[in-house]
């Protein structure tokens, strides 16, 4: 056939790529086969640009009980026979279109991964980042992605548990729409994807195929944004009632042990879900796509291979335990169709009743080129780092009116009025929910709790790649660790613009680099993830934002502490550092230097070993029983963190500690590596002395009382008032 350009655009392949395949097949590939192609070669599939990367990453944990990329999610043994199956996934580019439709069908298809490795989704969290809410189209972006996570999320029964929310230019017209499931399991029950068996039957479970999201994989998530493309009809539909029952059906057909293989149909739909299963089990397939139920008149081939459409999973049968099956999902009212088997010989054949239309050998299919391209940093990447302290003016209004202005920022506003949108108490498991550093669930008929967090800073991996990346691992951990809990693996998702960029490419690099060291430091092994690449617009790419979830154990749920003062009489210390060195690099990327100065400037810095020792003495001091209250030390700094905690803990606060000669850098520089806590006086000297055995730099800062929160005769503020500002600033923002 005769491909041109604009054939080869729609399914995102390069002519290069197209003769790759004409080498492969030592022949020209039919519409359908082609489809194929550049669905499983997409970025998005095939993960072209970051898989020689990739394989930085350690998984050396004796918990991993999965293998990276393997299958659907990554699985961690918690004890007790069970296991822990989470992971985080993009929605970015569907959002940008439409974001209602964009951001449910993210959380609909995250929940089909946990839900493929024969565990029940118990948590879904989420990691958003839009343009200014000045703009009214960020606004509509804002407004319809939260709706959609709430609509769907809500109707399934997972509860939404925690999060985080950014706002910056960079993100104008490109949202990050990450969504992360956490998933629970019998550790002898986790399922797999791999086909292994000849003649085993494939069972189509759930929606009818439509011919939304066709091209989703290859067109939408694997080229940049243009303005006369019309992407809409490549954005998938969601319906999570069908979602619901699909889940109990799923997990009761798992449960008879019948159940050879599962596979979630997501992008590149029946192509990827088939195909995939089979390269795992080493075998082929043969599918009569006349079998696949449709739910639109006149659908050809080409589509019904594509389509995206959600709610729909593959499982693979022996023969004679399909009636068992079926009728599992006939109780459940969800439809179940046979469409085809396994074969011995790795071929994908795809026919239509007697017609083959499709008939392709499995490892060139499956098998993307890799490309390993040459990164440098732009001019413009390396002016920015340089930040000189004498060229940031002390704001005029002074300490008081600075921290009412950040407690303001929608950065670090309060996201009640985003996450009560969300039900975080559905299946009655959440200990700890939205608003602290980490979300606490119990794992019933156990002592234990798991804490999960997601975390990222686009800022500081725009200045720094490889100091950013182990930046973000490290406060996901430390979240972690402040809730009480042992951090034990990561997920990441790594939203970044055009790879072909070298400045892009090497920000990619260079922030997998970082993650993968700050992991190994502090031994928690990547076991899932997903690539985001090609997010910009106009010839601009969003800030690289690696996104990174995280999982901790708590071994009794008693332990699970909260980020708010605990009540009165407490004495509070800073763990990780003092407070009257002045270091230019605590100001590098800060909300302080963004939010009143207007500018993303500096050079960021992590002792990532320094950041060990300070988890290490948290977590010891919370076992011990002696510490009320932990909080990291991030965005805003030492007085926006003392005032949260003053805020949620409804308890006043007054400090008397040592300010440098600059002010804004002690109280708003974003140093890493720094806790506040909150204890009973009478624990203070031992807690001292665990931080001075571990060589942890430990400052006391003052203690709660009252109703005013006092900061060294600089700030003194009724609770009420900046409550206030912290409460008011993101819904002022977002009208």
């Not at 003649?199 to 006369?228: K, P």
């Not at 029946?270 to 089979?278: I, K, N, P, Y």
Request: glycine share 12%.
């Amino acid at each position: 056939m005769a491909v041109t350009k604009e054939t080869l655009d729609e399914i995102a392949l390069s002519r290069a790529e197209y003769d790759l395949i004409l080498e492969r097949l030592d022949r020209e590939p039919n519409s359908v086969e082609l489809g194929m192609f550049g669905a499983l070669w997409s970025e998005h599939c095939g993960y072209k640009h970051s898989r020689p990367l990739l394989g930085l990453f350690s998984q050396q944990s004796s918990r991993v009980l999965s293998q990276t990329g393997a299958e659907n999610a990554g699985a961690v043994d918690i004890g007790d026979g069970l296991a822990v199956v989470f992971k985080v996934e993009s929605h970015n580019h569907p959002s940008a279109v439409e974001p209602l439709q964009g951001a449910a069908t993210g959380v609909g298809g995250i929940v089909r991964d946990i839900l493929a490795m024969g565990a029940r989704p118990i948590a879904l969290l989420n990691s958003l980042r839009f343009g200014p809410l000045d703009d009214p189209q960020n606004r509509h972006l804002f407004h319809g992605v939260v709706g959609g996570i709430s609509w769907y999320g809500n109707c399934i029964g997972v509860p939404d548990v925690a999060g985080e929310i950014c706002f910056d230019e960079s993100y104008s017209q490109n949202p990050l729409v990450n969504a992360m499931c956490v998933g629970l399991v019998r550790t002898d029950s986790i399922a797999t994807s791999a086909a292994t068996e000849v003649d085993n039957v494939m069972l189509l479970v759930g929606a009818g195929t439509g011919r939304d999201g066709i091209h989703g994989a290859s067109g939408l998530a694997s080229r940049t944004f243009e303005e006369d493309v019309e992407l809409r009809p490549t954005v998938q539909v969601g319906n999570p009632f069908l979602e619901k029952v699909l889940i109990e059906a799923c997990l009761e057909a798992l449960d008879t042990g019948l159940v050879n293989a599962i596979q979630d149909l997501g992008a590149a739909g029946l192509t990827s879900a088939a195909v995939e299963s089979a390269a795992s089990g080493g075998r082929g397939i043969h599918l009569d796509i006349s079998q696949v139920h449709q739910r639109e008149q006149g659908m050809t081939p080409y589509e019904v291979m594509l389509s995206e459409s959600q709610e729909r999973m593959l499982l693979v049968v022996a023969p004679e335990n399909v009636p068992a099956i079926k009728a599992v999902f006939d109780k459940w009212d969800v439809v179940c169709r046979e469409i085809g088997h396994i074969i011995a010989e790795q071929t994908a054949q795809v026919a239509v009743g007697s017609d083959l239309v499709a008939d392709l050998p499995i490892g060139p299919l499956s098998e993307a080129p890799q490309y390993r391209l040459e990164g440098k940093p732009s001019e413009e990447d390396i002016r920015r780092r340089h930040l000189d302290l004498d060229s940031v003016p002390l704001p005029p209004d002074g300490p008081q009116e600075t921290l009412l202005r950040l407690l303001g920022s929608p950065n670090i506003a309060n996201k009640e009025s985003v996450y009560r949108q969300y039900d975080h108490q559905v299946q009655t498991n959440t200990v700890v929910g939205p608003g602290s550093d980490a979300a606490v669930l119990r794992v019933k008929g156990t002592k234990k709790a798991i804490a999960v967090t997601i975390d990222g800073n686009g800022r500081l991996c725009q200045l720094d790649p490889y100091q950013g990346g182990q930046i973000v691992v490290a406060e996901v951990c430390r979240n972690l660790s402040c809730s009480g809990a042992l951090p034990l693996a990561v997920t990441d998702c790594l939203n970044f613009g055009s790879p072909e960029r070298p400045e892009v490419y090497h920000q990619l690099e260079q922030c997998i680099r970082g993650i993968a060291e700050a992991c190994r430091v502090l031994e928690v092994p990547v076991v899932s993830g997903n690539v985001s690449l090609y997010n910009e617009s106009r010839g601009k790419a969003i800030f690289p934002t690696p996104v990174v979830g995280g999982l901790g154990l708590l071994e009794d749920a008693s332990w699970a502490t909260r980020s708010a003062f605990a009540g009165e009489g407490l004495v509070v210390g800073l763990l990780g550092a003092d407070t009257d060195g002045v270091e230019v690099n605590d100001l590098a990327g800060s909300e302080y230097l963004k939010h009143i100065h207007g500018r993303v400037e500096g050079s960021p810095k992590i002792d990532i070993d320094l950041e060990k020792r300070v988890q290490q003495v948290c977590r010891g001091a919370i076992e011990k029983g002696m510490i009320a209250s932990a909080h990291d030390c991030s965005e805003g700094g030492l007085a926006v963190t003392l005032a949260e905690c003053s805020i949620q803990g409804g308890v006043g606060f007054t400090g008397e500690f040592s300010v440098a000669s600059r002010w804004d850098v002690t109280l708003f520089g974003e140093r890493q590596s720094r806790i506040v806590v909150g204890l009973p006086e009478d624990g203070w000297v031992a807690l001292v002395g665990l931080a001075s055995g571990a060589r942890v730099p430990i400052v006391k800062l003052g203690y709660t009382s009252g109703d005013r929160f006092r900061l060294n005769g600089q700030v003194d503020l009724p609770i009420s008032q900046i409550k206030d500002a912290w409460n008011n600033g993101l819904e002022a923002a977002s009208g």
